[in-house]
């Protein structure tokens, strides 16, 4: 019997292996996949926004959902290590210096889902991980009321620590319905937790 870490390892294993075998930029598709086999975030014909792209499995998979009557924009600081379909877009750029409204009419209209896997390079020290972390997931909850449709979907990770509790009472405020989730694919040891807040609440 092997000791608890080296199953986790295994588990971990299995997850890089499957990622292979099964074309995908990185084993991190599976924390998008497992969600979203649960909750049908991701549909025909949507409007997809994936924030922190790259190497680009979760674009790979959005993708594929959304299938060629939908529109994906991909977004991240650094390239993409696969070829994605024409139905995608991807914009080698910090999010924040993105001209949305721009992309939003070429595309013909508001998201329907904005996902983000983003992460700060990290320091080492939890605190400002986490702060950063966190800062980035806010940054992204500025544009929610311009960028998402009033019943549409949010997906994130965020570092569970410093300003975690604050950025949810936020979330809290801008959707019905929130739940924190801790993918089996996300490692354990991992402060990583992701978001999913569906149903967009209608400007007041
Ligand atoms: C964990 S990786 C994403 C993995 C991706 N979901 C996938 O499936 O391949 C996090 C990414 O966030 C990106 N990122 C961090 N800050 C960013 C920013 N301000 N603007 C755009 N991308 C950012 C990083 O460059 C990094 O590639």
Redesign the pocket.
């Known amino acids: 019997m092997g000791s608890r870490l080296g199953d986790k390892k295994h588990r971990h294993d299995v997850y890089f292996k499957k990622a292979r075998e099964e074309n ?3 084993r ?2 599976y ?2 996949q497992e969600v979203d086999n649960k909750y049908r975030i991701l549909r025909k014909g949507m409007r997809v926004i ?12 959005a993708a594929k959902k959304i299938t060629s009557s939908g529109h994906l924009v991909s ?4 390239e ?2 696969i070829t994605l379909p024409p139905w995608a877009k991807f914009f080698q ?5 993105l001209d949305y409204a721009e992309i939003m009419a070429e595309i013909g209209g508001t998201f329907e889902v904005v ?7 990290t320091t080492g020290i939890k605190f400002t991980d986490c702060v950063r972390s966190a800062e ?1 997931v806010n ?1 992204i909850l500025d544009r929610i009321p311009d960028l998402l449709v009033a019943g549409g979907s949010f997906y994130c ?1 965020i570092f569970q620590g410093e300003g975690f509790d604050p950025t949810l009472r936020r979330v809290h405020e801008l959707f019905k319905r929130v739940k924190i989730i801790k993918p089996d694919s996300s490692r354990a040891e991992s402060k990583e937790q992701f978001i999913y807040a569906w149903e967009r609440k209608p400007l007041s």
């Open positions: 995908y930029a990185s991190a598709v924390k998008l994936d924030l922190g792209a790259a190497p680009g499995s979760w674009s790979q998979y977004v991240d600081l650094n993409l290590a750029s910090d999010f924040n210096n996902l983000s896997d983003m992460a700060p390079s980035l940054s990770k």
